[in-house]
Structure formats: structure tokens, C-alpha cells
């Protein structure tokens, strides 16, 4: 079983990071599980003639690699996401690799809630920034 961290491993200045090469097919894939069929991400020819000049991936696919660092790695399993905020600073293209990155930023005790800065990156430059909040696992008698 796959184990992250409870609420009381965290602390602020904690992070933890994955990276993702962006394929065709995830953004076929990406389409499909959303309904998000915008012609930007799967038309090339109609992408050509927009302000990016080609296809770019949906914006929330980044924002999902950093749902997959928060569910796997920090806090990891049991997380519960609460909230999220977004700011997509440049268009990510097939071919990038995307690394998600959260940081603690503060440890609310009493809530058992985390707050983390959360960014994607491609080649050094932010792509997405943001905010979440989650609920990280607590420790409950009879569970070392």
C-alpha cells in the first residue's frame, strides 16, 4: 500500500514533485474523460490559426499533475483536495515535460488542513501557478 505523510511529518518549506512528457494521446485522452473537445488542443490545423499557432494542451491537465502530487506524494493517500486556485501563465505544447511541484506553505492544526503553493513547469518557466488547500491523513489509535 502506498503510504504518504500524515498531518503532523508535514512542515512548512516541505515538497515534492512529478514530471510528465505530454503526448497526443493524453490530450485525446484528456478530451475524452472531460468532454473539453476545444479544436485548440486536438486540431492542428485550426490551432495554427490561433494566437498560439498550434496545439496546446488543456489547461487543466497540468492542473491534474498537481492533483497526482498532492494524491500519491505529499500529503499522498488520504489527502483530501478542498480547494484550488489557478493562474495559466503560458500554453503547454506535445512534446513539453511538465513538472508539477507543491510546497507546504502552512499548516492549519487545528483543521488539520494544508495549504501548498503549487506551480507547473516547462524548461524552468512556470506555466501554471496556484494554491491548494487539502486535508492531509490524521493519525488514529491503533495505527503506528
Request: proline share 3%; with cysteine; charged share 20%.
Amino acid at each position: 500500500m502506498q503510504q504518504g505523510f500524515y498531518f503532523d511529518e508535514l512542515s512548512v518549506g516541505q515538497s515534492a514533485e512529478i514530471s510528465h512528457v505530454v503526448g497526443e494521446r493524453d490530450l485525446e485522452a484528456f478530451a475524452a474523460v472531460s468532454l473539453d473537445t476545444n479544436p485548440v488542443h486536438l486540431d492542428e490545423a485550426y490551432a495554427k490559426g490561433t494566437t498560439f499557432g498550434g496545439r496546446i494542451a488543456h489547461g487543466m491537465l497540468s492542473a491534474a499533475y498537481i492533483s497526482a502530487v498532492l494524491g500519491t506524494k505529499l500529503p499522498g493517500p488520504g489527502a483530501i483536495y478542498l480547494s484550488q486556485s489557478l493562474r495559466f501563465r503560458r500554453p503547454v505544447r506535445i512534446g513539453d515535460e511538465v513538472t508539477a511541484r507543491v510546497t507546504v506553505k502552512a499548516l492549519d492544526e487545528k483543521r488539520g488542513h494544508v495549504t501548498l503553493e503549487t506551480a507547473c513547469l516547462v524548461g524552468g518557466k512556470t506555466v501554471l501557478d496556484g494554491e491548494a488547500l487539502v486535508m492531509a491523513p490524521q493519525r488514529t489509535s491503533g495505527r503506528a
